[in-house]
Nanobody
Framework: QVQLVESGGGLVQPGGSLTLSCAASGIMFRIYNMGWYRRAPGKQRELVATINTIGTTNYGDFVKSRFTISRDNAKNTVYLQMNSLKPEDTAVYYC????????WGQGTQVTVSS
């Protein structure tokens, strides 16, 4: 059974940084393209960033070079380094395979506020 466990969220001031982690189990992690997603209050879940099996990355337009996605296949973990955080980045952040999508984890709350 696939399990995704996100961690690393918290409360941070505008302009601050956080690094999120997502540990996957129950899958052959290295063969899947992975993504970070987020859901802000009252909004649909949106794609933040993806990383494919060979490390090629893509980002949502709103990221604007502030975030970096990476993966460690030996640890079955995908990361999201977030810099220059803004209040509009406040959301619950999730990871998942790009395709197929597995059951969602509990996510990790990121709150950007002064």
């Amino acid at each position: 059974q696939v399990q995704l466990v996100e961690s690393g969220g918290g409360l941070v001031q505008p302009g601050g940084s956080l690094t999120l982690s997502c540990a996957a189990s129950g899958i052959m992690f290295r063969i899947y393209n992975m993504g970070w997603y987020r859901r802000a209050p009252g909004k649909q879940r949106e794609l933040v960033a993806t990383i494919n099996t060979i490390g090629t990355t893509n980002y949502g337009d709103f990221v604007k070079s502030r975030f970096t996605i990476s993966r460690d296949n030996a640890k079955n973990t995908v990361y999201l380094q977030m810099n220059s955080l803004k209040p509009e980045d406040t959301a619950v952040y999730y990871c998942n395979s790009v395709y197929p999508t597995w059951n969602w984890g509990q996510g990790t709350q990121v709150t950007v506020s002064s």
